[in-house]
């Protein structure tokens, strides 16, 4: 499983009853700098078109929203009817709810603690691309606009979404709430993510 990060808009509402509601959005045609090429390589940047999501959006499939990329730290889910997420031309946003008993565990009360210090800032998804006998074109590498610079452009065209996670670094510049990896040749399963540490191959 891949990993991305953005920064965009990430709302932190604590109701009365001890119930908090949770709200961001993952910024669609937003480009990050994955990789400043060191001294001889060239630029990295990566963008996601509209619409990337949208087939897990609309499929039934369950999507959770973690704690830093971790299963074993469920904020909401749609399964549980607790994280709703809407796929638009400009964004995927989310919205959702964490009870009064979910926000008293001690992970949770962590997250929401990070996130009202602005410790937590980006949101991230996780994905993996699907295989190419079945989405020939879910992925494209281009070159950038040599007036913008001198980067190589991976734009993913569609992806499986499994997860969205609270994190602490963005990478995409709009949203504010990171953690990315992936090899444009590569796909994976569910349960074998890979480290976020391995970054761009050729």
Known sequence: MLTGFAIGGLELRRKSDGSAHLAGRFPYN???VLSDGGRTGRPRKEQFASGAFRYSVDSDAEIHLLSGHSFDKPLA????SSLKLIDADDALTF???ISPELADVSYVRD???GLAAGLIVGISPGFRIPPQR??????SVEEEDPS???????TIHQAIL???SL???PAYSETEIEARSWSPTTTFAHAGARSHHNRWRA
């Open 95 to 97: 919205s959702a709810e």
């Open 111 to 113: 997250a929401l603690a």
């Open 148 to 154: 913008e610079g001198t980067a190589l452009i991976r």
């Open 162 to 164: 499994f997860e969205l």
């Open 30 to 32: 937003s480009r990050a």
């Open 134 to 139: 079945t989405v020939p074109d879910a992925e």
């Open 167 to 169: 994190v602490t670094r």
């Open 77 to 80: 889910s749609r399964g549980a």
